[in-house]
């Protein structure tokens, strides 16, 4: 059975169940005239977006491109960054070149954060605190997300650039990114999608099928390297796509999402404040 409280949840999220194969090409057109107008009233000129080696930054990638090449088309000059951020040696390095070779960027940029996240976690040291070793990687792993914005919004502040992100609803709803990391941007063009229509844009812009279907990894802890995102949700992705689009799960699979959920709410709020019962400004009439 479905819930209400299904109905609301992808409602804040601002899901769209009618969006499905056949209606990727008007979407596609949809979200890229997005970023157009965003960067045009922003009156800034480049677009600047990690690329990983996942189907999330593949997508958001080749529609920053095609938005700034249309740009030119219509006589405002911008341009898109693609930027490689690994940490020592990634892995996937192989997926990732894949990846910029589909989205063919206009400027590709690489630093490593290697020596930013591991300079900043020798220097914290706080008296009575002794963190377990398994603490130690979860923050390290944050820290790793934290700098990679860092620095692309240095690139952004070279470039007179806005700073793209990749989340999505179906890692919105479980909060599955870094408060103030990959989480901090200023426009998010996948926001609204589930997991199987970001892969469905990234068919109908003609991605390789092998990074469309890669199993997604954040990649962020160094006691397990290349963590799946399933194995870190307890749920699959196919459940949480499931629950946003209003069709029934598991007990077990709602529990966990609707868990998650609550549990991450700080994460899409914006910093609590105090406020006032008089919404008028002290001393003035």
């Known amino acids: 059975m479905t819930t209400q409280r299904q109905g609301t949840i992808a409602r804040e999220l601002g899901i769209n169940r009618q969006l499905t194969k056949g209606g990727e090409s008007a979407e596609i057109a949809r979200r890229i005239d997005f970023i157009k107008q965003v960067l045009r009233d922003s009156g800034c000129k480049a677009l600047v977006l990690g690329i990983s080696g996942g189907v999330d930054s593949l997508t958001a990638g080749r529609l920053c491109q095609l938005a700034v090449e249309q740009l030119r088309d219509d006589d405002y000059d911008a341009r898109f960054i693609a930027v490689r951020l690994p940490y020592k040696t990634q892995a996937d390095e192989r ?34 605190l002794q963190p377990s070793a398994e603490l130690v990687d979860f923050a390290k792993g944050n820290v790793k997300a934290r700098a990679r914005m860092l620095a692309q919004y240095a690139i952004a502040n070279f470039s007179n650039g806005l700073v793209v992100g990749t989340d999505h609803s179906a890692e919105a709803l479980m909060g599955f990114f870094t408060k103030f990391g990959d989480g901090a941007c200023d426009l998010a063009p996948l926001s609204g999608l589930t997991k199987t229509q970001v892969r469905l844009l990234a068919d109908g812009l003609g991605a390789p099928d092998y990074l469309v279907r890669k ?13 799946l995102d399933e194995a870190a949700y307890g749920c699959t992705y196919e459940e949480i796509d499931a629950y946003l689009m209003g069709e029934t799960v598991s007990p077990q699979a709602r529990q966990i999402i609707e868990g998650a959920y609550l549990k991450t709410a700080h994460k899409r709020a914006l910093p609590r404040a105090p406020v006032t019962d008089n919404p008028t400004v002290t001393g003035m009439s």
């Open 95 to 128: 997926d990732a070149q894949a990846s910029l070779d589909f989205i063919r960027p206009d400027l590709i940029t690489t630093s490593n954060i290697a020596a930013c996240v591991d300079g900043l976690m020798a220097s914290i040291a706080i008296d009575g």
């Open 215 to 227: 199993a997604p990894t954040a990649d962020l802890e160094d006691l397990a390297p290349g963590k």
